[in-house]
């Protein structure tokens, strides 16, 4: 997933208009405008980087006369006390734009992280990792990206993308049947269809509609491995709900083909990373 500029100006754009009103008190009532300065931004954690190009991105709108040296690129595994990245320029710029660019820079380090801790936990099975809609209002894409910076995949980016046919649409409608076969009619040859199912009877009925993709909703692991001997491959299963760092091993042994979890985008800790001016 790549991202456009202008996506991500208006991201910066806003944020920094947040930030500030039209003057920074401390400042530039404290530093002369002619001084210069040089920080650096450096790790104070371990984990996957995301977000630097972004971060670094806030000094063109404040000043583009400062000075960017990306030193670690997203999706690289940075350590305690690691440099990032340089900036250099006027001290008032670099001031002004140091809480904008590090939450920028922390909150996407910390979508790849955690991501990268569950990535891992699946290796030498066949489940990928993805990400849901559960995202913070308005960071979407940088989250989703972050989410490919730390070895995941993305699931669809938003309701225009694929039918997701979940527990409420069912109960809405009436069956699972009766809303893939009226859905089908008038969805798009490109689009995909998924459905949610919370038991084995629900799982069959998706199978014999022919989903696209089948979602597990909260099931356990004896009743996952199960699922996936009935679907024998006929359609994607994806098991979502609950999902944490200590029990996404045993959820990927079961042998589903797609692990979602929306944990990593709108419960993450935010990476610690910090910028310091050089003396």
Same mark, same amino acid.
Request: charged share 30%; aromatic share 4%; with cysteine.
């Given at each position: 997933?790549?991202?456009? =500029?202008?996506?991500? &100006? =208006?991201?910066?754009?806003?944020?920094?208009?947040?930030?500030?009103?039209?003057?920074?008190?401390?400042? &530039?009532?404290?530093?002369?405008? +002619?001084?210069?300065?040089?920080?650096?931004?450096?790790? $104070?954690?371990? #984990?996957?980087? !995301?977000?630097?190009?972004?971060?670094?991105?806030?000094?063109?709108?404040?000043?583009?006369?400062?000075?960017?040296?990306?030193?670690?690129?997203?999706?690289?595994?940075?350590? $305690? @006390? &690691?440099?990032?990245?340089?900036?250099?320029?006027?001290?008032?710029?670099?001031?002004?734009?140091?809480?904008?660019?590090?939450?920028?820079?922390?909150?996407?380090?910390?979508?790849?992280? /955690?991501?990268?801790?569950?990535?891992?936990?699946?290796?030498?099975?066949? !489940?990928?990792?993805? &990400? %849901?809609?559960?995202?913070?209002? #308005?960071?979407?894409?940088?989250?989703?990206? /972050?989410?490919?910076? *730390?070895? *995941?995949?993305?699931?669809?980016?938003?309701?225009?993308?694929?039918?997701?046919?979940?527990?409420?649409?069912?109960? !809405?409608?009436?069956?699972?049947? @009766?809303?893939?076969?009226?859905?089908?009619?008038?969805? *798009?040859?490109?689009?995909?269809?998924?459905?949610?199912?919370?038991? +084995?009877?629900?799982?069959?009925?998706?199978?014999?509609?022919?989903?696209?993709?089948?979602?597990?909703?909260?099931?356990?692991?004896?009743?996952?491995?199960?699922?996936?001997?009935?679907? =024998?491959?006929?359609?994607?299963?994806?098991?979502? #709900?609950?999902?944490?760092?200590?029990?996404?091993?045993?959820?990927?042994? %079961?042998?589903? =083909?797609?692990?979602?979890?929306?944990?990593?985008?709108?419960?993450? $800790?935010?990476?610690?990373?910090?910028?310091?001016?050089?003396?």
């Amino acid at each position: 997933m790549l991202l456009p =500029d202008f996506y991500v &100006d =208006d991201i910066i754009k806003r944020a920094l208009a947040e930030d500030i009103n039209y003057i920074d008190l401390a400042t &530039d009532l404290l530093i002369s405008e +002619e001084d210069t300065s040089s920080a650096e931004f450096v790790s $104070k954690a371990e #984990g996957v980087l !995301a977000g630097i190009d972004c971060a670094l991105r806030t000094y063109t709108f404040v000043d583009s006369d400062v000075k960017c040296e990306k030193l670690i690129s997203d999706g690289e595994y940075v350590k $305690k @006390g &690691d440099i990032i990245a340089r900036v250099s320029g006027r001290t008032r710029s670099i001031l002004k734009a140091e809480r904008t660019s590090l939450n920028i820079l922390q909150h996407m380090s910390g979508v790849a992280t /955690a991501v990268n801790v569950l990535v891992k936990a699946c290796e030498g099975t066949r !489940a990928s990792v993805c &990400d %849901t809609r559960k995202t913070l209002p #308005g960071l979407r894409a940088l989250e989703k990206y /972050a989410v490919m910076a *730390g070895g *995941g995949r993305n699931h669809r980016y938003n309701l225009s993308d694929a039918a997701m046919l979940k527990d409420n649409h069912i109960d !809405a409608y009436g069956s699972i049947t @009766g809303a893939v076969e009226a859905l089908r009619k008038k969805i *798009g040859h490109m689009a995909k269809i998924e459905v949610e199912v919370r038991n +084995e009877e629900e799982l069959r009925e998706a199978l014999s509609c022919k989903a696209d993709v089948i979602m597990l909703d909260n099931m356990t692991p004896a009743q996952m491995t199960e699922c996936v001997k009935i679907a =024998d491959g006929r359609a994607l299963l994806e098991a979502s #709900g609950n999902v944490t760092a200590e029990n996404i091993a045993e959820v990927a042994k %079961t042998g589903v =083909d797609i692990i979602s979890s929306g944990a990593v985008t709108h419960s993450v $800790k935010a990476f610690d990373i910090s910028l310091k001016i050089m003396k």
